[in-house]
């Protein structure tokens, strides 16, 4: 069984930091593409940014580029994302997928598998 757990997530200040951790078990990702997408009330999941587990390609949204970063550990079957500079704008659910593709999708029904989520809250 495929899971995608992530963890990492909680309540900081505007201008602080926070790494995500995404555990992914059950299969060989190799290969594969992860993305890490965030979710408001009331709004669409949105791409954060994404790998793939071979090679170092990287892609993220303009959103979160010089401040976010994605990274792994494939000993670990992990993936992360350093939150840096935070704003509350950034308040959101934290998602990672996962999908077996080249390239790193940017829309969530390219994704086939999916983490629970973890809450990302910045105070101003």
């Known amino acids: 069984q495929v899971q995608l757990v992530e963890s990492g997530g909680g309540l900081v200040q505007a201008g602080g930091s926070l790494r995500l951790s995404c555990a992914v078990s059950g299969r060989t990702f190799s290969g594969y593409a992860m993305g890490w997408f965030r979710q408001t009330p009331g709004k669409e999941r949105e791409f954060v940014g994404g790998?793939?587990?071979?090679?170092?390609?990287?892609s993220y949204a303009d959103f979160v580029k010089g401040r976010f970063t994605i990274s792994r550990d494939n000993g670990k079957n992990t993936v992360y994302l350093q939150m840096n500079s935070l704003q509350p704008e950034d308040t959101a659910v934290y998602y990672c997928?996962?999908?077996?593709?080249?390239?790193?999708?940017?829309?969530?029904?390219?994704?086939?598998?999916w983490g629970q989520g973890t809450q990302v809250t910045v105070s101003s």
């Open positions: 790998t793939r587990w071979s090679g170092s390609s990287t």
């Open positions: 997928a996962a999908t077996a593709t080249r390239v790193i999708p940017t829309i969530t029904w390219a994704y086939n598998y």
